[in-house]
């Protein structure tokens, strides 16, 4: 099978300048693209987002609804990606920061990891309203990163500490009200320094486990929940995986930001070989709008990157926006 016939199939199965399509905060648009979330022939090739937002994670749902978080003041930003339209859910508060961003879509929560100051949180929001549902303080936390909802909880990185965060959750997804509890990173995974991005992006995987990439030293990685024990996905073909930040799964392949250092998203297919996993190197999604990409998230039949432009000059003023990345081969 060919690499885009193999793409094609396991998407099925389950430049422009930046648009200005910003609107008012009092703005509400809940259109979903359409009966199967895909917006059409008229889908923007990049969506506006607020000057000075500084974005880092971006997560989708329903439809073609996102939610897009910053660095600079804990805000959330919403809108439609077939629109093109952004208004503020949550609003910035003072120290407040915000990477990581995952929709649950039993409950319509926003989960966010992200910091005050130099405390760790994982906040839950209401993706309608705004509101914080749950705010859980994670001890001796150092960067929360990114963050995945499964069933039964939720579960963060660190990237400066090598253990994963689990909050759990009561059925049907609602936060528990517990304390997290944490696993530590063992077997084959390379031990951070405590100051470089270790461990970033985190989804879990068709049969239970984790994968996640290592901005530090490059590759990806397959974790078992229950232990934490770690082992490389060996991938094979294309230029090799030297670093990553954000990751998206979409059934059997898997979206990794940035997987060669470069502004484009590396496009990868999973195989389940035994007890474990490997990756073949498909093809680099990659546009001339893209600067400094850091996550994705898949909606209405395209991928959509956010653009942190890490390195901008002055970042508080500067522009930000999302580029759609169009699923073709």
Not at 80 to 91: D, K, M, Q
């Amino acid at each position: 099978m060919s690499a885009c016939l193999a793409l094609t199939v396991g998407l099925m199965a389950g430049l422009s300048l930046p648009s200005t399509g910003v609107s008012g905060p009092g703005h509400v648009d809940d259109a979903d693209g359409g009966r199967h979330g895909a917006c059409g022939r008229h889908a923007p090739d990049t969506v506006r987002l607020p000057d000075g937002l500084r974005p880092e994670g971006i997560t989708s749902g329903p439809g073609t609804r996102y939610y897009v978080g910053s660095l600079a003041d804990g805000r959330i930003v919403t809108g439609n990606l077939c629109r093109g339209t952004s208004r503020v859910l949550l609003a910035g508060a003072e120290g407040r920061s915000i990477r990581g961003l995952s929709w649950d879509r039993r409950t319509g929560l926003v989960w966010a990891a992200g910091s005050v100051d130099a405390e760790a949180h994982v906040w839950a929001v209401n993706g309608w309203s705004g509101r914080i549902v749950s705010d859980t303080i994670v001890p001796r936390g150092v960067f929360l990163n990114d963050l995945v909802v499964t069933r039964p909880a939720v579960w963060v990185t660190d990237s400066n500490v090598d253990r994963l965060t689990r909050i759990d959750l009561r059925h049907r997804g609602w936060p528990a009200g517990q304390a997290p509890s944490f696993r530590r990173l063992t077997g084959a995974w390379p031990s951070g320094n405590g100051t470089d991005i270790n461990a970033n992006g985190i989804r879990q995987l068709p049969d239970g486990s984790l994968v996640l990439n290592n901005s530090r030293v490059g590759g990806l990685w397959q974790v078992t929940k229950w232990s934490g024990r770690t082992r490389p996905i060996p991938v094979r073909g294309g230029p090799g995986a030297v670093s990553g930040d954000g990751l998206e799964l979409r059934h059997r392949t898997l979206f990794n930001v940035r997987g060669t250092g470069g502004d484009e998203v590396s496009v990868l297919r999973l195989r389940h070989a035994g007890r474990g996993w490997t990756a073949r190197w498909v093809k680099a999604l990659t546009d001339r709008s893209l600067d400094v990409p850091s996550t994705a998230t898949y909606a209405g039949r395209s991928l959509w990157a956010v653009n942190a432009r890490f390195g901008a000059p002055s970042p508080d003023t500067a522009r930000y926006w999302i580029t759609r990345l169009p699923i073709r081969c």
